[in-house]
């Protein structure tokens, strides 16, 4: 089944080491569209993903820093990303190795059309 | 009046021996009512006198009141209903460090370190380092020091903990922080252009950032979080973990390359646990 939002997730999945993105509500988690590889909670990604961008996004408001855009979370076997707008999340999954920064650059564009 | 503080208030009004008397005299001193927490707080001791928390609760309260000598006699009232109350030994490490009771601070935290409390590992270090310098050479455990050797030994640290990331960061538009485990700024500084001391503020709002990044680690199966970075309108922050309970952060001017704050950060983190390591 597509939703409007289906081609914007294609894009990023097509990444090099992106095992997953997810369109998520920032203030619940709750999923709104996914693509991800089997074995992937994408209920618990989304909702993981949505509350560390939000957690950032507020102490960011909260040190005066504005608003927050592209976040990286990276770790031993593997990256989070997100980036976010109008109260939707937009969060990819990669394995260590992925481009990160083709990833940023398609998870922007994708952001644009959102 | 928050909900949850008007909820919690109609719950113990309706049974004043509940201990709901704990959560709201917390949600009181969260949102910094402290006359009120204080009153539910004596109340709850005068109703559960052998409740540990109760005693507890109203020390943190006397804490954030300033009354550190009231607050030491209630977190004794909790060690001696309940010895391995890690909260209390916290507590007290905390008061006895701002009285300049070294040795005790010590003891205490290190007993709460050895309770499997993480959070006081930071903390413990820097009374360690401080008894070090006071102490000059001999071991942790020597004479109590007097006044002019302690604030010797604090100048030093606090000298130290000021210039921790300077030749790191250079004169480039980035700042660095070491944060504790509670948030508290350790070493680095974050002054504003108009020279405004903002370290405190911005290591407060951030530093709950760690708890997420753990829980989503945790959740997914990626192994240990090495950084999280992330863009602003105004800038690039940076966090990174350091041992067992620290954060150090970096915030650079956005047209700083992420790559090269990724790079500040690692030094960064290297130079803290380095630091911080010296004193076991």
């Known amino acids: 089944m597509s939703t409007p939002y289906t081609d914007v997730l294609s894009a990023v999945t097509r990444q090099r080491g992106v095992l997953g993105c997810l369109l998520v509500s920032e203030a619940d988690g709750i999923i709104v569209e996914a693509n ?7 209920g618990v990604a989304g909702a993981l993903v949505a509350s560390l961008y939000r957690r950032a996004r507020l102490g960011t408001d909260a040190a005066g820093l504005a608003t927050v855009g592209f976040l990286q979370l990276e770790a031993e076997q593997g990256h989070v990303c997100a980036v976010g707008r109008d109260g939707l999340v937009l969060a990819t999954l990669a394995e260590p190795k992925a481009h990160i920064g083709l990833i940023r650059s398609a998870m922007l564009r994708a952001l644009e059309v959102l | 009046m928050s909900d949850d503080i008007r909820r919690l208030s109609e719950e113990l009004a309706r049974d004043p021996s509940s201990i709901v008397f704990l959560q709201l005299g917390e949600a009181l001193r969260r949102s910094a009512q402290l006359d009120l927490a204080l009153r539910v707080a004596s109340r709850g001791v005068e109703r559960h006198a052998g409740n540990a928390d109760a005693h507890d609760l ?3 309260v006397r804490v954030d009141r300033g009354e550190l000598a009231e607050a030491t006699v209630e977190w004794e009232a909790v060690l001696r209903l309940a010895p ?3 909260g209390a030994r916290k507590g007290l490490g905390y008061v006895l460090y701002k009285q300049h009771r070294l040795e005790e601070a010590e003891h205490h935290l290190g007993l709460a370190a050895e309770q499997g409390d993480p959070a006081v590992d930071t903390a413990l270090r820097m009374v360690r380092r401080l008894l070090r310098y006071t102490n000059g050479s001999e071991p942790p455990h020597g004479p109590s020091p007097n006044g002019d050797r302690l ?8 000298d130290e903990a000021r210039r921790l990331f300077a030749d ?3 004169d480039g538009p980035q700042t660095a922080l070491l944060l504790d485990g ?6 680095g500084a974050y002054v504003t252009a108009d020279g405004e001391d903002v370290a405190q503020d911005v290591g407060a709002a951030l530093t709950g950032v760690r708890d997420e990044a753990d829980r989503t680690v945790k959740h997914l199966r990626l192994g240990a ?4 970075m992330y863009e602003t309108d105004v800038a690039t922050i940076a966090l990174g973990p350091v041992l067992a309970d620290s954060l150090a952060l970096v915030a650079a ?14 030094r960064c983190i290297q130079r803290a646990e380095s630091w911080l390591s010296e004193v076991v």
Request: proline residues 2%; aromatic residues 2%.
């Open chain 1, 36 to 42: 991800v590889q089997v074995g992937i909670e994408a």
């Open chain 2, 58 to 60: 109203l020390a943190r």
């Open chain 2, 84 to 86: 391995d109350h890690v």
């Open chain 2, 151 to 158: 604030a010797a030994a604090e100048r030093r640290v606090e």
């Open chain 2, 168 to 170: 790191i960061l250079g």
């Open chain 2, 182 to 187: 509670e948030g508290l700024v350790t070493a």
């Open chain 2, 225 to 228: 979080w090495r950084a999280v």
């Open chain 2, 253 to 266: 001017a956005r047209t700083l390359p992420l790559g090269l704050v990724r790079r500040v950060l690692d």
